[in-house]
């Protein structure tokens, strides 16, 4: 089976969600600085000199400082986050009913197609990630990674509802 190898990476500390990234054999993850600075919250910012991303806070008494959010490391174009400031999501070579790239972490709705049985059977927040034992993708019912899961190729009728990542950890 062929299928793309690319990553999105979702930033905890930030709420938000890289879209194919870089990611290296040493842990780092590579990003195109300006499509980085279109990408940070309101109130975010880089900071070369300090090298990481702060935001403004504003304490209890209504003064105004800068928080640290993520340490960084700047190239020519590029910044790089070190391992740890990140959730790497992997594409899973399937897409959605609408034609939509689903990445681990996805939230997803779908019909469970048995070939051997010709059975569907639906299921509902069903959480998408990676199974070291069995090698292939799963997802996990009512967001239960403890429960029993199925087979991502198998499932049909893709909706993707939303990306929790921070489930994966």
Request: aromatic content about 14%.
């Amino acid at each position: 089976m062929k299928r793309t190898i690319k990553y999105n990476a979702w930033i905890p500390d930030l709420e938000i969600m890289l879209e194919d990234i870089t990611l290296y054999g040493n842990g780092q993850m590579g990003y195109n600085e300006d499509d980085l600075r279109d990408a940070l919250p309101k109130g975010c910012r880089l900071d070369y000199d300090l090298g990481g991303i702060f935001k403004n806070i504003i304490d209890e008494d209504g003064n105004e400082d800068i928080g640290w959010v993520a340490s960084i490391l700047f190239g020519e174009d590029w910044v790089w986050f070190e391992e740890g400031e990140f959730i790497p999501l992997q594409f899973t070579g399937k897409l959605s009913k609408d034609k939509k790239e689903i990445f681990e972490g996805a939230i997803i709705n779908c019909v469970a197609f048995d070939p051997e049985f010709k059975d569907r059977t639906p299921y509902k927040n069903c959480l998408v990630k990676w199974d070291d034992n069995l090698l292939a993708f799963v997802y996990c019912p009512n967001l239960n990674i403890n429960q029993p899961h199925q087979l991502l190729c198998y499932a049909q009728d893709i909706e993707i509802i939303e990306y929790k990542p921070e489930l994966l950890k």
